[in-house]
Structures are given as structure tokens and as C-alpha cells.
């Protein structure tokens, strides 16, 4: 009888939104799940559901824009809950305001959550991923970054260069077995419209649900290993909001 390899995911940012309904749907699809955020209570809540459905799922609080140690972090994880498959970078920040009226500091607060650490946690994992030969790296970028929108300056350029670091890695690790997928939605329904640091009135209901883009997460995740998706765009059948 053959021995079915189990699966293994990290997932940044699965305390709440996407990255929860995606740690959710991993569960449901057999795959055991790292959940990485600051909140470790959100964090536990999302692991025993997830363990309902038979998986083994484990809270690591980290704060991922300290960007220094985030690798070491990372690689500590992997060490301890065994070699990753999938690493799902979904953690970051929405943020508002003009070119005009954007302080360095939150720039840099932007890029190192939304970009650096991105870089740093594949960084933390991909050495295993090579010497395994096979690894998925699933990045959630936006439209923001394919589509610069007035007032979300700082955001779209994360959310671009989200989407380059995407497309340079896939093309250095695809010899090497691993496939790198820029998710690009539009407006998802999730906390982040309610954080402080976004200013935006838009119609909450005709947004995307986090459990469908959590859905295509996994459909990229779960493709066979000989097909990758570079980059998909999921967007509001109502169009941009
Ligand atoms: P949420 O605000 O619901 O979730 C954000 C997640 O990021 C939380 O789990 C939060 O966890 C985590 N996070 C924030 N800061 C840190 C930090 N310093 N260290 C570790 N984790 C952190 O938002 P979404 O689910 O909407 O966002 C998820 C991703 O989707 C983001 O990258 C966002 O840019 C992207 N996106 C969202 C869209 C939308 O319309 N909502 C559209 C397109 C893309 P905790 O607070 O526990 O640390």
C-alpha cells in the first residue's frame, strides 16, 4: 500500500480574513497548517476548528515587520512542525493616504510588512524547498498592484513589487521544482476595511468573500506539480468598487 505524503502549509496572516478562511479551507482539504500572526488567541481559535477536521494545525505568534529576525523565525517553525510544501504569504497592511501626505515612517512601514517580510519568510523556507526539489509559494498581492488607485500610493507600490519578487523568484526556482503564484484579488469583505490606517467607503456586500479567495489559494495549491499559475486576478463580479 502506498503511503500518501501528507502535506504541510505556512500561513501568514491567518488570524483573520483571507488568510483564517485559508488556513480553513487547507484543513478541510486534509493538509496540516502553521499559522503565523501576532494575535495567538485569533490564532488558537483557527487551529481548533481546524483540528476538528483531523489536521494538525499550530500558533505561532511572530511579529512579522520585524523584519530582522523573520527569517530565523520562519526557519525555527519549519524546523519544529516539520518541512513546509506551501507557503501561503498572505500577512500585510492596507494603507491610505496621498503621495503627498505619507510620512516615511508608514511608507516604510508598508513596504517592510507587505514586501520585506514576504521576502524573508520564502527566504526562511527555500533552502528546504530546494533541497526537496518541490515547493509552492503563494503570495496574495491585489489589483491595487497591477492598477495604482489614487490615495493607496504606498499600498500599490507593496502590492507591485509584491507581484515582481513574484515573478523573479518563479522564474530562478521553476529548475529547481518550485512554483510562485502572485494572487491578485479585488476588494475582499475582511477586517482590513476597518483598520485604522484605511480610509475608504466602499459597498462591504458586493465585495469578495476571504472564503472565495481562500478557494482559489487552494485550487492553486492543490494543481498538479506540473502546472503552475503565475498569476491570478480575482476580482468582484461588480467590478472594481
Ligand atoms: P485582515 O486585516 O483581515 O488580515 C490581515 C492579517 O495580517 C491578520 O491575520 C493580521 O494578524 C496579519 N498581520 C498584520 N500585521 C501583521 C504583523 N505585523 N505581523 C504578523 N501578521 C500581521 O486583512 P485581509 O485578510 O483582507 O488581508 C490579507 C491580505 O490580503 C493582505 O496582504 C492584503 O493586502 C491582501 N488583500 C486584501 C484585500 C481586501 O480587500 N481585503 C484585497 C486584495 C488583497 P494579526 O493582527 O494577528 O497580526
Redesign the pocket.
Known amino acids: 500500500m502506498s503511503v500518501e505524503h501528507k502535506r504541510r502549509a505556512l500561513i501568514?496572516?491567518?488570524?483573520?480574513?483571507?488568510?483564517?478562511a485559508t488556513a480553513l479551507a487547507f484543513a478541510k482539504a486534509g493538509i496540516d497548517i502553521a499559522l503565523?500572526?501576532?494575535?495567538v488567541d485569533?490564532?488558537t481559535a483557527v487551529a481548533t476548528a481546524a483540528e476538528q477536521v483531523g489536521v494538525t494545525a499550530k500558533v505561532y505568534g511572530?511579529?512579522?515587520?520585524c523584519v530582522d529576525q523573520v527569517q530565523s523565525k520562519i526557519q525555527a517553525i519549519a524546523s519544529e512542525f516539520g518541512d513546509i510544501d506551501i507557503l501561503v504569504n498572505?500577512?500585510?497592511?492596507?494603507y491610505t493616504n496621498d503621495l503627498k501626505d505619507t510620512p516615511l515612517h508608514d511608507w516604510q512601514q508598508v513596504l517592510d510588512?507587505?514586501i520585506t517580510?514576504v521576502f524573508q519568510c520564502t527566504m526562511g523556507l527555500l533552502p528546504a524547498m530546494r533541497t526537496k526539489g518541490v515547493g509552492t509559494v503563494i503570495n496574495?498581492?491585489?489589483?491595487?498592484g497591477k492598477q495604482a488607485f489614487p490615495g493607496w500610493g504606498a499600498?500599490s507600490v507593496s502590492?507591485a513589487g509584491l507581484i515582481a519578487f513574484s515573478q523573479a523568484l518563479a522564474q530562478e526556482e521553476r529548475a529547481h521544482g518550485i512554483r510562485v503564484t502572485a494572487i491578485?484579488?479585488?476588494?475582499?469583505?475582511?477586517?482590513?476595511?476597518d483598520?485604522q490606517t484605511v480610509n475608504a467607503n466602499l459597498n462591504r456586500s458586493r465585495?469578495?468573500t476571504?472564503e472565495i479567495?481562500a478557494q482559489s489559494i487552494l485550487n492553486v495549491a492543490l494543481l498538479p506539480q506540473q502546472a503552475a499559475i503565475d498569476e491570478l486576478t480575482i476580482m468582484p463580479s461588480a467590478g472594481v468598487l
Not at 496574495?140 to 491595487?144: E, L, N, P
Open positions: 501568514t496572516g491567518a488570524s483573520s480574513g483571507i488568510g483564517k503565523v500572526s501576532r494575535s485569533k490564532l511572530v511579529d512579522l515587520a498572505n500577512a500585510g497592511i492596507g510588512l507587505n517580510s496574495v498581492s491585489s489589483v491595487a499600498y502590492k491578485c484579488p479585488g476588494a475582499v469583505n475582511t477586517e482590513l476595511w483598520t465585495m469578495l476571504p479567495v
